[in-house]
């Protein structure tokens, strides 16, 4: 019986033709499992502390409101001492002389409610506007976390297709967002002056 030389060579096994194919497959399944991973984490990070400025930023405007109310009530006194001082300053021009008195005491003691209260208002003003200041720099800052939060969303998509397609070109261009998403992330941890305000205007 005669053998023939490419008898004596060993049969491929199935599934084993594209060996380093499958390799770069299976690499790129992980890199894109490992880095979605990361990614939610980043995510869950940046939620809880995002969730913390927002309640700030309504006690910020709560107090806001509140300081506004009490600065109209305020002016409101104000200008009742100042409009009773005024009559009480005609109606003495002609009372007897003996009421003068009482009503120079009286003018004095609303000139001096006027006063206080000018001055109480302008406490609660500094206050309003200290206030609106707070949430204007919590804002800031939650306008980062919801770059963030939209970038590493749109990275997450494409790596999920890339996860379906198993292309690298498409991994690499879902790092662009997901560089950019954890930038605003960290800049919203860390308070840093980061922030593009032409996209969020147009995004508002």
């Not at 980043?42 to 109310?69: E, T, Y």
């Amino acid at each position: 019986m005669d053998i023939a030389p490419n008898d004596l060579l060993p049969t491929p096994e199935p599934g084993a033709a594209n060996p380093p194919r499958e390799a770069s497959a299976a690499r790129l399944n992980a890199a894109v499992a490992i880095t979605v991973a990361l990614l939610a984490t980043f995510m869950g990070i940046c939620k809880v502390k995002d969730d913390n400025i927002v309640q700030a930023m309504q006690q910020a405007q709560a107090d806001k409101l509140d300081h506004w109310a009490f600065y109209q009530t305020r002016n409101l006194r104000q200008a009742l001492a100042e409009s009773s001082a005024t009559q009480l300053t005609l109606s003495r021009i002609g009372a007897p002389a003996e009421a003068q008195p009482a009503y120079d005491a009286a003018i004095k003691r609303y000139q001096a409610l006027a006063e206080e209260q000018a001055s109480k208002k302008e406490t609660i003003k500094q206050q309003a506007e200290q206030d609106q200041a707070t949430y204007d720099a919590l804002n800031y800052r939650d306008d980062q976390f919801d770059l963030s939060d939209a970038l590493i969303a749109i990275a997450i998509a494409m790596l999920a297709v890339t996860a379906l397609t198993r292309l690298w070109p498409l991994f690499w261009a879902a790092l662009v967002p997901t560089g950019f998403g954890v930038l605003m992330g960290v800049a919203g941890l860390a308070a840093l002056p980061i922030h593009p305000t032409a996209l969020v205007k147009l995004l508002s």
